[in-house]
């Protein structure tokens, strides 16, 4: 007679209706499990919803994804680094009538002085202590030679810069080079063909500031087209 605690009980399926073990499935079962678990994998979009669903069929739109009728959700288009651009007619006609406004004698704009050559810079400096002499002009530098007439031998010299129409400004010193001359330099970076470089003489001295600023009107280079004037450098 068997020990009724040694009796084993039957192994039934488990919750979710399948065997614990794959090695009790049969052919059949194992197939409709790997469809099961492929049709889990693979993403689909909500059928379209039917007119009878919707309600009032005839005052709503029907709705259709891609996938559902056999097309492809996402359009991939593969472009080559070598393969030259497509530009289209209008754009290149634009660019070309830019190109004809433009002066054929320059490629590109320069920075032209809007102030005549100081000439007078002798006279000058005996009424307001500091005066222009000279000014060369570059594609990206303004230097300039300043006259002072002073006694005090620790005297300065700035030039005061702008770029944006004093909305900020930088004073730079100038270099003794004699004693009654200065020198300056000024670098300009790439600037929009519409900006402007303004700039003014300040001497610092044991009897105060004194100013050189063009009569009130400042020291201003602007870009533009054409020969400039004879204190630019070529």
Do not use: I
């Not at 680094?81 to 320059?106: C, G, M, N, W």
């Not at 005066?131 to 002009?137: F, S, T, Y």
């Not at 300043?146 to 031998?153: F, G, K, P, S, Y």
């Not at 670098?187 to 001295?205: E, N, Q, T, Y």
């Amino acid at each position: 007679m068997s020990d009724p605690e040694q009796s084993l009980e039957p192994r039934g399926p488990t919750d979710n209706g399948l065997p614990e073990s794959d090695e009790e499935l049969d052919p059949e079962q194992d197939a409709a499990r790997m469809r099961f678990m492929r049709d889990r994998r693979r993403a689909r979009s909500l059928p379209a919803c039917t007119a009878a669903l919707l309600g009032d069929g005839a005052a709503r739109k029907r709705v259709q994804f891609a996938d559902t009728v056999g097309l492809s959700l996402a359009d991939v288009k593969h472009f080559n680094t070598t393969d030259e651009p497509l530009v289209p007619h209008a754009v290149l006609s634009r660019h070309r009538s830019f190109q004809t406004h433009a002066p054929q004698t320059h490629a590109l704009p320069m920075l032209l002085p809007c102030f005549p050559e100081p000439v007078h810079a002798q006279s000058s400096v005996l009424d307001q202590r500091v005066a222009l002499e000279k000014v060369h002009v570059t594609q990206f530098e303004v230097r300039g030679q300043v006259l002072t007439r002073t006694e005090d031998a620790h005297a300065t010299v700035f030039v005061r810069y702008t770029f944006n129409d004093w909305l900020s400004h930088v004073d730079a010193p100038a270099l003794r080079v004699a004693e009654d001359r200065h020198t300056f330099s000024v670098l300009v970076p790439p600037l929009w063909s519409a900006s402007a470089v303004h700039f003014a003489l300040l001497l610092r001295c044991a009897d105060g500031e004194f100013w050189d600023n063009n009569r009130g009107q400042n020291f201003s280079l602007r870009y533009g087209y054409g020969r400039a004037h004879a204190h630019r450098d070529t």
